[in-house]
Structures are given as C-alpha cells and as structure tokens.
C-alpha cells in the first residue's frame, strides 16, 4: 500500500460508524474512493429501504477520503458541508459509495459523489444518490 | 397522543437506523419534531466526535416528520434532498436534532433542522449542524 | 428545428433575465442544454469577476431546460433548488454553462450543471462553477 | 457610518451586477445585511416572475456582506457555496433579502438567508426563497 492507502485505511479503520454500519472501503485511488455497504435491515427506514442517513454516511466519507488523497501532507480533511438529492428508494443487495474530487484548492476541495445500487450478483445497477460536497483542509493536530 | 403522534412514533419505532443509532423520538409538534441522540463512541468519525452521517440521519428524520405533520392524511414524506453544514465538532453528551416546516406546498415541504450538542447537565448548547431539506408527499400504497 | 427545441427556444426569448444579462441558447439536447454568456462588466461583483449570481442565473436556466427535454409535453419545469459551488473567481471572455439531466422522476428532476469559462480564442476551459438542482414538473396552465 | 458600514457600501456600489439589477443596500448589522430589489420585468423569467437568478444574486450578496461584518479587518468574503430554495414564484412589487451570520469561524462563515416579497404598500410578506451559505474568509489583496 502506498503511504496515502495505508493512511486512508488506518483513519477508515478508526472511524466507527463505519464498522456499525458494516462498510467496507474498497479503492483509493488518487482523487477517488469507493466504499462498499451490504444492506442490512438494521440500517432502514420505516418502509425497509435503506435509510438516506446510512447512504449519506458512506457517500461523505468516500469524498473525505477522496478529498484527503489531494490535502498536503501534514492536514486533515473535514466535511465543512454536502447536499445529497435521493433519486429513488435505497433498495439493492449492497452499495458502492464512490467520492471524485472536482477541484482542490488551498484550504478547500469539492467534491462529488454518487452511490450505486446493485442486486442479483448482476453489473448493472442504478444510481441511488448524488452528493455535492465542500471538504475543509484543517492541520493535524498532535 | 394525538392521530399524528401515534402515527409517527409508528413510523418512527419502524425506522431501525434510528435504533442502531440509539436514537429517541423526543417531540412532534404541529410542524416541529425532536429527535435526541445520545454520544456513542459507536456512531465516531477518526477523531472520536460523532460522524457527520449519524448526526445527519436524525436531523434529516426530524425534518421528514416534522414535514410529515403536515401532509394530507393518505399521503407520506420521503427525503428528495437534503444539504447540512457542519459548524464545528459533534462533541458532546447528547445531541437533540430539530426539524421545522418553513412551507408546505402541495407535493413539496421545504424544512429547516438544526443539531444542537449538550453536555454536562447543562441548559446550554452548542448548534454543531444546519440542515435545508426538500422533502415530498407521496401517496401511502397499500 | 424539434419540438422542443422550439418550445425551449420560446421559453428562453421571454426569460428577460436572459437578455439583461446577454445570455443566448446555444444548444439543446435530449437531457442537456448549454447556454453561453459573455463576460460584461455590469454583471461584476466587487473584484470585477462575474458575481455568483450571473453564473448561476445561466446554469439555473441551463438545467432547467435540461429538465424540460425530459418532461411530459404538457408540463413545464420550474426550479425547486439548487446549490451551487464556486471552484474559483469566474474570470473569462465568456462562460459556458452545461445543466444536464441526472434523473427525470414523475414529477422531480435532478440535474447537475457547471459553468466553463474561456479565454483567448482557446478550447481550453476552466469550471468555474458546479450546481445539483432539483427542477419539479408543473402543469401548464392555460 | 461606522467603519463596516462604510467599507461594505464601498463594496456593494463596486458590485455593478447590484446595479444592473436595480438593487440597493438597506441594512448593514453586526451579522445581518438587508437587499432591496425592486420588481423589474427585466429580470423576469418566463412566465414574469422574477428569475430564480436574480432572486439568489440579491441574498447571496447579503449573506456575503453579512459575513464580512464578522470577517476579520484584513480580510474580505466570498462565496464558497450557496444552496437556495425556491418556495414560490418571486411575486411581488419588491423584494427584500435578508443574509444573517449562523457561525462565524476562522475561516468559515456559515450563513442563512431569505427573501420577502412585498406588495401593495403592505407590510405583510411572503417568503420565496431560503439560502443555506458558506462564505470564506480571504486576505485582502493589495
């Protein structure tokens, strides 16, 4: 792994809610990461979907971590704001949480995300969310 | 409890994500809901505060039952979009998630949330997330 | 011309924002549309950059006309949200703002849009701006 | 007028958008700007409400100037993002954004608006628009 994975999966690894959501990252990539998350019943909203909450969890932190892949080495990124539209219902097998970096400035980085609903051990899949997102370069503090 | 209560504490108990969160149903009101959330070191981001996502998932359930309120009796509210700022770290004991119908339109509610961190027994708060969401009504299906 | 090239067409000639900013229509697409602005002083905020709300006039429009590729012939759309991100001072000798269809729902359309700025008689571009928007089909009324 | 006051009617009169809009600066508080925008068929979209465009250009600068109230002396504001809700169409004979400060942090000022519309001498308003805003601080450049 290069130092950028290895710092990714150490920070993944300590944020919790990812492992009580059950998610998974799956690829950094330089300006991208993906994140997987299974459904799971425990995650739903009243009509058994997954709930936009759990969605929204995955898609900021795959933009986080795309962000952070862009930050000087010796910051951190924090998600100062996003806006997520839900284009239908949450339904699928698992989901890919994919966050793109479309512009890294000094202290701030946009990015977008969207989250991909696949079932049935099929390729296709359909897009369950987009995000808009502004992440924040903060320095690491000891 | 009045018809609307009971129909969203219903909904509310079927939302499993707000139980793995810990979250509790606290006031529904003509156009107003509460929801509160204690701090678990289950629901963190990297640096121990509480993710994005977690506080995110009860504002935007406040916002969607306040909405909710005021939709016509057959009808229910989905999340179409939703944008939060994240003001400063969720750091605290507990967090109560309000959300507040700015206007209800025909198909279309515009809410309002904010999450609000306590700590140490006291009456004082910091607003740690603002939310503007869009939620919409949907005919309830059998 | 189509159909609904000519309706956009129309529609565009009486949006008199358009004009006072000497916006023109420059393309339309199934799902995309693509309007070109040139850069005026009177359209300046206080550095003498276009002002954030010339640029995303255009790509408000852009969208939205977008979305109406997509609607029923007898809806038109109007603009329900949107949010908008700054990625740099839009500087340029015209701006190109693209809004392209995301999702068309029954009655919602998520669009996404961004805004290219040019310079020099080059094909090169810089974005200056990127939008997610919600656009709402309407009935037309008589 | 105070020292603010002063550097932010320099500001707004530099603004030429302002101008061509036919808008005027009413208010400069401690964290709260007031717009005046006039009805102008000028600014029309199709139908001759005014355009989503010029709605958002108007509080946008509010809740720019509103930020620089709370800016530090040797820096000034500009739009990071912005998300706007339209709640109706823009009808009215005048218009009147509102930007307030909700946060004001190092660099990070995150703010809300909203615009009233007025009609017939009457005192009584209509909301139609509500921004959510992040406007950042940057050093003045000589």
């Known amino acids: 792994m290069s130092n950028?994975?290895?710092r990714i999966a150490t920070s993944f690894a300590a944020q919790a809610l990812m492992?009580?959501?059950g998610a998974k990252l799956a690829l950094v990539a330089d300006g991208e990461v993906h994140i997987t998350l299974p459904f799971s019943k425990h995650l739903s909203q009243q009509h058994g979907f997954m709930h936009a909450g759990a969605i929204t969890s995955v898609v900021d932190s795959a933009c986080g971590y795309a962000a952070l892949t862009k930050a000087p080495p010796e910051y951190e990124v924090v998600s100062a704001e996003f806006k997520v539209n839900l284009l239908r219902p949450?339904?699928?097998e698992y989901f890919l949480a994919?966050?793109?970096?479309?512009n890294a400035g000094k202290s701030l980085t946009v990015c977008t995300g969207e989250v991909r609903?696949?079932?049935g051990g099929d390729a296709s899949y359909k897009?369950?969310?987009?995000?808009?997102?502004?992440?924040?370069?903060?320095?690491?503090?000891?």
Chains 1, 2, 3, 4 share one sequence.
């Open 19 to 21: 492992q009580t959501l």
């Open 98 to 102: 994919i966050g793109k970096v479309q």
């Open 90 to 92: 949450a339904l699928g």
């Open 4 to 6: 950028i994975e290895q």
């Open 127 to 142: 897009v369950v969310a987009l995000m808009q997102a502004t992440m924040v370069n903060v320095p690491v503090t000891a």
């Open 117 to 119: 609903a696949f079932a």
